[in-house]
Each structure stands twice: as C-alpha cells, then as structure tokens.
C-alpha cells in the first residue's frame, strides 16, 4: 500500500473496538438521492468500528437471495439524532437490492461489518483527489470527511452516465475544495468521464495522493493517468462477493508480485488496494474453476 496510515489517525483509533460484528438492525430511514436509494441502519456497534473504504454484508431476503450482499458504508452518523448510524446507498439492479428498496421504518435488516481494509490515510500534509463514478462517490464521501478532519486538502471528481446518477453532487460540493462533473450526455457538469479531466484537475489542486471507488474500467483509467503522473493511487473495488468473508473466493483481483502474478480476495485483502499492485489486464481471465470457487451461481 502507498503511504503508511497516518499516525495522528493511527493514534485516534486505537483503544477504539475493532472488526465485525453481526446485528439485526432497524431502519431508521429510507430515502432517495437522485437515482439512488438509501437505508440508514441504528448500527452503533459496527459505526463505531466502521472506516472510509469498508462495507456492510447485508442479508436479503426474498425468491433468488441467497447470498448476502456487500455495499460500501456511506457515511456513520457521530454527533446528535443519528449517532450510532450506518447509511448505505445502492442502485436496484436485481433480487436483492429490489428487496433492499422495499424496507422502511423500523424494519430489521440483518448486517455484519464493517467488513474489509479501509483506504489508508497519508503520512504527509498532502492534497488528496478522489475520483468516484456513479454509486462509487458514496465512500469517497465518508472519506472526505476523514480527510477533511486531518486538515487535509480534498478535491473531486465525480462522473456518471446523467446527472441523477451523479451521487449527491451537493454533498461533495460541501466537502471539497473544488468538485468537477463529467456525466455520459452532458447533463451535468462536462460532457465525458472522469479522466477526461484529471490531468487539469491535478495541476489545480496540486494533487499528491488519489483515491478512487467506482466500476473497474474506470479504476483501472484512473490507475493509469496516476501512475503516469507518479501519483500514489488506492482504489476500492466493487467486484462481485459471495461470502464476503474470505472464505469461497469468488472475489479474487489479481495482483502483481515479484514472481508474477497471484489472486488476492477483494473482500478480505481489499476492497482498498494500491492501484499500482493490481494487474489491471488480467482482470476477468482468471476461471473461478481454477481456484475451486463455487462462483456465484443461485440465480440459475
Ligand atoms: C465491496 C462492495 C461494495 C459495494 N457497494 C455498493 C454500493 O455502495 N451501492 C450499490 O448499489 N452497490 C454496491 N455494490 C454492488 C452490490 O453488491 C450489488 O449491486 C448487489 O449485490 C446486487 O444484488 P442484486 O440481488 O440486487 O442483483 P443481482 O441479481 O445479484 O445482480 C444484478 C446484476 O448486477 C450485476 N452485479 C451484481 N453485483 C455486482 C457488482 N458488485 N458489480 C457490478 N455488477 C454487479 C450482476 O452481474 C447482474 O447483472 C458493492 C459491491 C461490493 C463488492
Ligand atoms: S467473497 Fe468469498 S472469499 Fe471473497
């Protein structure tokens, strides 16, 4: 990993609980930024444990939910009425998320988190960029917000297909020094994505360190424009989990080593990587047969 966490952070953390937990929690709230739905959980345990770049595995229930569900925690509520909340924000894409929509006030929703490695914050005084597309913003925003309490400089850039996919652009607007906007049809900001404009960006800002949450093809642009400009990059995936804790390895990434390449577990080596380990070309050519993974398979 780029950077080593940093020690005033370091400190801050410790004596404060440590790794997952399971609990039925209730619904506090249930509400739509643009395209997106949110749920914010009565979570205190897991909010108190929970760090920018983790996620929640959440049980669905429902014909063809099975498997849990990972989502990224969006944002923990510290002070007043939401003290102890953990939010998450998804898209409807299927069974799971479709049930996931219909739960409302004082349901009990069955979560285990915060699972997986949190981005690591930097050792220096230096100007962060987080680079987020789509749902993909929604981490970026909690860890804004850790950047921000260590003084640091935080700028965005956050891309989408339109503008109601462009996750709460007003929040990252509040939570940045300069926030740009790339959608697919122009409909906000600039019309392109989100490396259309990093190079202008980073010069700007005077970027040091980039972070960055979205779909793989545009963590792997983004890996590449950092790395040609020497800038340390950590990257969250959102690739697909079965067990999500480290057991079937349906959620391999592989990853360079000095002998070649080897499969690392997104769930429980990631989902916060250095994008400069991650084989980004082998991605996807790696047979779940090969490495004795049942796969993700219960919708058949
Ligand atoms: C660490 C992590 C964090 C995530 N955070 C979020 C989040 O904050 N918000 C959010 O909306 N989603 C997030 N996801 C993706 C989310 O887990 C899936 O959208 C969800 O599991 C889909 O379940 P489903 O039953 O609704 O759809 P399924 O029926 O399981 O899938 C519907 C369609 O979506 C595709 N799909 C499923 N999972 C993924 C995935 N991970 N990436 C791309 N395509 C997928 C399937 O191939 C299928 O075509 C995250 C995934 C991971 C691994
Ligand atoms: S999801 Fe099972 S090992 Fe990662």
Not at 78 to 92: A, K, L, N, Q, W
Not at 274 to 294: F, Q
């Amino acid at each position: 990993m780029t950077g080593i966490v940093n020690r005033g952070a370091a400190a801050a953390l410790r004596g404060r609980p440590e790794g997952p937990l399971r609990a039925q929690c209730e619904v506090l709230a249930s509400d739509r930024i643009g395209a997106y739905h949110s749920l914010t959980f009565v979570a205190p345990e897991i909010a108190e444990r929970a760090r920018p770049g983790q996620f929640v595995s959440i049980g669905v229930d429902g014909s063809g939910t099975v498997l849990r569900r990972p989502f990224s925690i969006y944002q923990v509520g510290e002070h007043g009425p939401s003290v102890g909340t953990v939010d998450v924000v998804f898209d409807v894409l299927g069974p799971g998320t479709a049930w996931l929509a219909g739960r409302g006030m004082h349901d009990l929703v069955d979560l285990v988190g915060p699972l997986g490695r949190p981005f690591v914050l930097p050792v220096q005084p230096v100007s962060c960029l987080l680079v987020g597309g789509g749902y993909g913003a929604a981490p970026l925003l909690f860890l804004a917000q850790a950047l921000q309490r260590e003084g640091l400089r935080v700028d965005m850039i956050l891309g989408a297909a339109s503008e109601e996919r462009v996750f709460n652009a007003m929040r990252a607007k509040r939570l940045s020094a300069s926030a740009v906007f790339t959608t697919d049809d122009g409909s906000l900001g600039e019309q392109g994505v989100v490396t259309d404009v990093f190079e202008r960006v980073v010069d700007g800002a005077g970027t040091g360190v980039v972070y960055a949450c979205g779909p793989m093809a545009m963590l792997a642009a983004t890996a590449a424009k950092s790395k040609a400009r020497d800038l340390p990059c950590q990257v969250a995936v959102e690739e697909q989990m079965a067990c999500g804790t480290g057991v079937c390895w349906t959620c391999v990434i592989p990853v360079q080593r000095e002998h070649g390449l080897s499969n690392v577990r997104a769930c429980t080596d990631g989902p916060v990587f250095d994008a400069a380990r991650v084989a980004w070309r082998a991605i996807g050519t790696t047979a779940m047969s090969d490495l004795g993974a049942c796969g993700r398979q219960e919708r058949t």
